[in-house]
């Protein structure tokens, strides 16, 4: 047999590609076909970090997780990581090429990019007897032409079918569905369509959805319920708008952002978060635990921060005795001072931090990309859990105590006080007693069984909706 191709399009960015692939995953498994996750091309700043010094999305990620498949580079051929001026960070199969203008990931793609597809899909084809591949954007991104790799490329290959996703919720969805069908470069590939996010009663769409068959040679399937209460890892930070305004955490929301996915376990766990931006810095003065996330430039987020004041504002709850939490690059905005010797970031040599820890960093041009084991220097005979690290800063001097234990060594800093925190580890707060210790509550439930419990709530509503007759036949074709 050979393995079926089962394409997820989206009407737009935003569409819930990434959430249908995931329940398809989910459903498939649990049908008995053996699954993988895959999508060509994925722009994202949210990834997590394999054993061997992969890195991967964090939607493929989770893709897998629901396909009860090990993740793999293979399942991502192509990360693009946007960064400032201009620039992008290139991640091939698992591995970066280094930060490239977006003109020279053009041509790489165009020269090697079928190349490296093929071999992904060569090496998946092996080992899966399906394999849901998720678009990106909309198929309709005509002046993309043949070098679309994630939907024209896919959707004109052997053994595949395409289902398209439109978003009910902005409007217009109907019309999405339509051009989306009449514009992609291989239309006959298209066989069923999901209306996504729907608010009230689907009845009302019927009339609609008759006439949309009778002009699309394509049967809409199923139609989505807005699932407000549902909160799993996203893909970028159209995911990442939700918040619960009077919560006691903040979030610096800086322009530059990355693996918001740190803080699925604030919004998994019902604690909620609040954006501090420079529209909003009320947050900051109203929190009892501040959270600077990851940075894809450190130097460009601390302008920011200086410009309106952000930095003052977290010195003065530092000062007042709150907690205050850096991760990765929130870490190197908390330290002394950065050093950039290669210019991997800024245009200088050296930068100062928020000087609330006494720590420096050093950028090198080599990339740390690793999963790591850890634990408190305290909790002897406990085990050790598991994080990973993404990141091109190396801490150079620490006077403060150590944070926690490592399978490398020492790694982290904590402040006399006790109140703030620096650690190079991403997802750490997935950790019960981590979470405890910096949010001072217990969570109600580890993160693991939430995250879990989500995926099945989701595949559950998604089977209740869809009818997969049409999709089980082809596989079985």
Excluded at 60 to 73: H, I
Excluded at 331 to 336: A, D, E, R, T
Excluded at 342 to 371: A, N
Aim: proline share 5%.
């Amino acid at each position: 047999m050979h393995t079926k191709i089962l394409n997820v399009l989206g009407t737009m960015s935003g569409a819930g590609k990434s959430l249908v692939a995931m329940n398809l995953c989910k459903n498939l498994s649990e049908m008995g076909f053996h699954v993988s996750p895959f999508k060509a091309v994925n722009i994202s700043l949210n990834s997590v970090a394999l054993d061997g010094g992969f890195e991967i999305p964090r939607a493929q990620w989770l893709q897998c997780l629901s396909s009860g498949t090990d993740p793999s580079p293979y399942v991502s051929p192509f990360l693009i990581k946007p960064e400032p001026f201009g620039k992008a960070q290139l991640i091939v199969l698992g591995k970066s090429r280094g930060s490239l203008t977006w003109d020279e990931i053009r041509m790489f793609i165009s020269t090697y990019g079928r190349n490296v597809v093929d071999r992904s899909l060569r090496r998946l084809s092996s080992q899966f007897s399906v394999i849901v591949s998720e678009g990106s954007g909309s198929p309709s991104e005509i002046n993309m032409g043949g070098e679309d790799l994630s939907n024209s490329y896919m959707t004109g290959r052997s053994f595949s079918a395409s289902l398209l996703v439109g978003n009910v919720d902005p409007g217009g969805v109907f019309g999405s569905l339509l051009g989306n069908a009449l514009l992609m470069r291989n239309p006959k590939s298209l066989r069923w369509m999901i209306i996504n996010m729907m608010r009230g009663d689907p009845e009302v769409l019927k009339p609609g959805i008759h006439k949309l068959e009778r002009l699309v040679n394509a049967r809409v399937i199923g139609v989505l319920p807005f699932m407000e209460d549902l909160h799993l890892p996203g893909e970028d930070l159209l995911d990442y708008r939700s918040e619960r305004c009077g919560s006691e955490i903040s979030v610096v929301r800086y322009p530059y952002m990355e693996n918001y996915s740190d803080l699925d376990p604030l919004l998994l766990s019902g604690n909620g978060i609040c954006y501090a931006t420079h529209r909003n810095l009320s947050p900051i003065s109203r929190s009892d635990l501040i959270v600077l996330p990851g940075s894809k430039n450190v130097y460009m987020d601390l302008k920011y921060m200086r410009q309106y004041g952000i930095d003052s504002m977290i010195l003065e709850a530092a000062r007042s005795g709150k907690k205050i939490l850096g991760i990765c690059g929130g870490y190197q905005i908390l330290s002394s001072g950065i050093s950039d010797p290669y210019h991997v970031q800024s245009p200088v040599d050296h930068f100062p931090g928020l000087g609330l820890l006494k720590c420096e960093f050093t950028y090198s041009r080599k990339k740390t990309v690793r999963t790591v084991r850890y634990r408190f220097p305290s909790s002897h005979g406990l085990d050790y859990s598991v994080g990973y690290e993404i990141r091109y800063g190396r801490l150079d001097k620490n006077s403060e105590r150590h944070f926690l234990e490592t399978e490398y060594g020492y790694e982290g800093s904590v402040s006399a006080d006790g109140n703030i925190f620096g650690t190079n580890i991403h997802s750490l707060l997935e950790d019960p007693r981590v979470f405890k210790a910096i949010t001072g509550k217990s969570p109600e439930n580890d993160y693991a069984s939430i995250l879990n419990s989500a995926i099945s709530k989701s595949s559950e509503v998604f089977a209740r909706n869809v009818d997969m007759s049409g999709i089980v036949a082809f596989l079985k074709e």
